[in-house]
Every structure is written in structure tokens, then in C-alpha cells.
């Protein structure tokens, strides 16, 4: 089979490579996964360049989620069948084909497109999984930035479900109204001057008991100093910088609290009821199209370099997918 590879960590547009590779054999526990497409998530361009928190060993294999055709069946697997359509994956989805554990994958209704479906668990259950573990109550406030973004987007609609208030910081303005198209209100753009005095305006006296940096540098200092009292700041991304420039004073005298999040150590720990709920939350929710998960263009895996570039645009309305097979 073929599959994307890196002989040396680097920019994806320069070092990701098609290359064969052995059929991989499910274990006890296993499937096999033929690969119809696969999303460029942030978290892939990063661990291509050696700068995430799980670093593979060279020469490594790439990718991360997918929507696939169960091809093979591991020993003890009967909750799944060769044939069915799966979303979920593991290292290494960027492949013709791929070994999962079953647990991890998804029955894909037929109603739900590949697109779609490619798209389901990374980034749309690392969303809700934020939410449920900020235990946040309906009217309480939640500030974040990268508002924009996919994760911010769909932050803002699972929280309107919820009854949550969402305040969303953006560094461009033209994205204000960008949102404003999707039905996303309450956004703010930092590239205008009086930008605190337009967050006054909007919180009218709340303040935020949570915020969610996917930026680092002075834009967590930014989100930090909006939290109220015994506010929590987590730390969900470092797009700008790993370092966090926060003011002591803030956390002193607000007693406020800064944490990380890891989708992957979440889910770990997660107690499967809990998944479970989240995980027909998000089925119910994305299949009567009130969380929508656009796309913004399909390449051939077999130009990832192209692909790789194209995830960077700034201002993209959606994913860029991969497909490996229709």
C-alpha cells in the first residue's frame, strides 16, 4: 500500500512524501480501515514539523483521522463488520489503508457524507469535550480566541446549545462579519484599537468564568485579563507561541487558574458513559446539520505538499480533506 511519510521533521510542504509501505495486520482488538479521506488538522502539520507533544520516530508515518471501509477484522472485534463506513483513526491515518482499535471508531450513518464524516471525532469532539469538562452553566460566560477557527466555530455552536455565552476574539476584522454569516455573534477583533471597549460592550458587566487560548504569547495575557474572579484560563493551543505572557498580577489577585487540554489525555480517562453521551451528542447534532463542518477543497494524497500549503491559508471557510479512495 502506499502511504504519506517523513524521513526528516520539517515543513509539511517540503518533507511529506508518498511512499510503499506493508499492508499493516489488525491485532486482537483491531480492524483494518481502507481510507475514502482524511482532514489536515493543525495537530498533523505539527507533529510533521517535530514541534507537538508526541514526537514519532523517523522515519514516520502521518495523519491522525479519517473516514474508511472496515477492510479487516481483528481477533474479538464483533461490534464492527467488514464493509461498514467508520470514522475515527489513529497515528498513521495518512495511508491507503490503516490499523485501528475498534473501541475508537464510529458507525457512520449512510445519511452522513465522507466529507462529513472525515471530519466527526478529532475536532468537533475535542469541542464538546472542552465544554463538558469546563462543567460551564447556562448564561455563564466563556472568552476565546482563534474564534475563527474550526475549534472556535464549533465552540460557539455547542455552547449556544447549551445556553453558554461565548465571547470570541479574532485578529482580523474581516472575520467578525465572517462569522456574523455563520450565525456567530459576539465577536470582537483585536486589529482595532478600542477592541476592550467593544468586549465591554458586549459582557455589560459579566465576566468570563473560563477562557480557551489557542494562541499563546501576549493574546493568553489578552484572554486572562477578561476572566472574573477564581476564572480559569486553559490552554488549548500555541499557534503564535509556546510561551504564555500572563500577568502575575492577574492570577494573584483574581486567583485565577491555568490549565492545559489534550484531547488525547481526555479521552483516555474519560469514563466510557461519558463518551458515550458526547458521542451521540455530536452523531445527533451533526447529522441535523446544526453543527455544520464545511469543506473547503479535496486534494490526491499524493499532493499533501499542496494540500499541506493550502491548510494555511488564512481565512479558509473549511477543512482541507485528503482522499485516498472513493
Keep these: 500500500m502506499r502511504a504519506l511519510i517523513h524521513f526528516t521533521f520539517g515543513d509539511p510542504t517540503e518533507v511529506l512524501e508518498v511512499a510503499d509501505r506493508p499492508l499493516p495486520e489488525p491485532g486482537a482488538g483491531q480492524v483494518r480501515v481502507r481510507t475514502l479521506l482524511s482532514p489536515i488538522h493543525n495537530h498533523?502539520?505539527?507533529?510533521?514539523?517535530?514541534?507537538?507533544?508526541?514526537?514519532?520516530?523517523?522515519?514516520?508515518?502521518?495523519?491522525?483521522?479519517?473516514v474508511g471501509i472496515v477492510d479487516a477484522l481483528g481477533e474479538?472485534?464483533?461490534?464492527?463488520?467488514?464493509?461498514?463506513?467508520?470514522?475515527?483513526?489513529?497515528?498513521?491515518?495518512?495511508?491507503?489503508?490503516?490499523?485501528?482499535?475498534?473501541?475508537?471508531?464510529?458507525?457512520?450513518?449512510?445519511?452522513?457524507a465522507d466529507e462529513t464524516a472525515a471530519q466527526l471525532l478529532s475536532m468537533p469532539y475535542s469541542a464538546l469535550a472542552l465544554l463538558h469538562t469546563l462543567d460551564m452553566k447556562p448564561g455563564e460566560w466563556i472568552a476565546q480566541n482563534t474564534a475563527n477557527g474550526l475549534v472556535g466555530k464549533l465552540v460557539a455552536q455547542f455552547a449556544r446549545s447549551r445556553g453558554i455565552r461565548?465571547?470570541?476574539?479574532?485578529?482580523?476584522?474581516?472575520?467578525?462579519?465572517?462569522?456574523?454569516?455563520?450565525?456567530?455573534?459576539?465577536?470582537?477583533?483585536?486589529?482595532?484599537?478600542?477592541?476592550?471597549?467593544r468586549v465591554a460592550e458586549i459582557l455589560d458587566g459579566a465576566q468570563p468564568r473560563a477562557a480557551v487560548d489557542s494562541i499563546g504569547g501576549t493574546a493568553a495575557g489578552d484572554l486572562l485579563s477578561l476572566l472574573g474572579e477564581g476564572g480559569t484560563l486553559v490552554?488549548?493551543?500555541?499557534?503564535?507561541?509556546?510561551?504564555?505572557?500572563?500577568?502575575?498580577?492577574?492570577?494573584?489577585?483574581?486567583?485565577?487558574?491555568?490549565?492545559?487540554?489534550?484531547?488525547?489525555?481526555?479521552?483516555?480517562?474519560?469514563?466510557?458513559?461519558?463518551?458515550?453521551?458526547?458521542?451521540?451528542?455530536?452523531?445527533?447534532?451533526v447529522g441535523s446539520g446544526e453543527i455544520a463542518l464545511p469543506v473547503e477543497a479535496v486534494y490526491p494524497f499524493e499532493e499533501a505538499r499542496a494540500a499541506a500549503a493550502a491548510s494555511a491559508v488564512p481565512g479558509r471557510a473549511g477543512k482541507i480533506l485528503l482522499r485516498f479512495s472513493s
Design 235 to 285: 490552554s488549548f493551543g500555541a499557534m503564535g507561541s509556546e510561551t504564555l505572557q500572563l500577568s502575575a498580577g492577574d492570577l494573584i489577585f483574581r486567583q485565577l487558574t491555568v490549565k492545559g487540554f489534550w484531547a488525547s489525555t481526555i479521552g483516555r480517562t474519560m469514563d466510557a458513559a461519558t463518551r458515550e453521551v458526547l458521542f451521540s451528542e455530536l452523531l445527533q447534532r
Design 76 to 112: 474479538g472485534v464483533e461490534q464492527l463488520r467488514v464493509g461498514q463506513r467508520v470514522a475515527g483513526g489513529t497515528f498513521g491515518a495518512w495511508a491507503e489503508y490503516y490499523v485501528a482499535h475498534a473501541a475508537g471508531l464510529v458507525p457512520v450513518p449512510d445519511s452522513m
Design 44 to 66: 498533523d502539520l505539527w507533529t510533521i514539523r517535530g514541534s507537538y507533544g508526541f514526537t514519532p520516530e523517523l522515519p514516520a508515518a502521518s495523519g491522525s483521522d479519517a
Design 166 to 197: 461565548v465571547l470570541g476574539l479574532v485578529r482580523r476584522d474581516a472575520a467578525v462579519d465572517e462569522l456574523a454569516a455563520l450565525g456567530i455573534g459576539d465577536v470582537v477583533s483585536t486589529e482595532s484599537a478600542d477592541w476592550r471597549d
